[in-house]
């Protein structure tokens, strides 16, 4: 049974890091195509200021390009763990800045059950996944500072030999 669990835990561990590089790449490229974070944004006070510097599409543009910027990031793990680990901070930042949204966006709460607040499908529901998607991101960002000191260690250990 350790066998199967060490390569259920590896398959995961794959699919969670490069799942990760899909959706913040694919969610980046997609900010290219439409702008659909501006009624998100402008409601923001942490993120608001930046229709005063920017357009909305320079807005869109930037926050795609850093998405996909830190997809390249964290893809390169098995190369470069330190620069991965430069992505995942990246993917931090931006799931932080996006979670917030849950507290500052109108009408996302659509009923009460119960007392337990009900969110609607968009963008309520939709800002969900980014409680899972920042869990994996701190992971990569862990496992990529972990792999990295390794490497440096390493690369000392030969230096001294």
């Known amino acids: 049974m350790t066998n199967l669990s060490n390569r259920l835990t590896t398959a995961g561990q794959i699919v969670s890091r490069y799942g990760l590089v899909v959706v913040l790449a694919w969610i980046g490229f997609g900010k290219y195509a439409k702008f659909e974070a501006r009624v998100l944004i402008e409601h923001s ?70 007392g337990i607040p009900v969110l609607g499908a968009q963008p309520g529901q939709f800002l969900l996944k980014d409680l899972v998607l920042i869990g994996v991101a701190l992971w990569t960002l862990g496992d990529a500072l972990g792999a990295g000191e390794k490497q440096g260690t390493n690369t000392t250990d030969l230096m001294e030999a």
């Open 45 to 114: 006070p942490l993120m608001s200021w930046l229709y005063d510097v920017l357009s909305v599409g320079a807005v869109a543009k930037t926050l795609g390009t850093t998405e996909i910027v830190a997809a390249v990031l964290i893809a390169l793990r098995p190369l470069w763990p330190k620069v991965s680990a430069v992505g995942s901070a990246m993917a931090v930042v931006l799931f932080l800045g996006t979670l917030s949204f849950l507290f500052t966006t109108p009408g996302l709460v659509v009923a009460h059950y119960d």
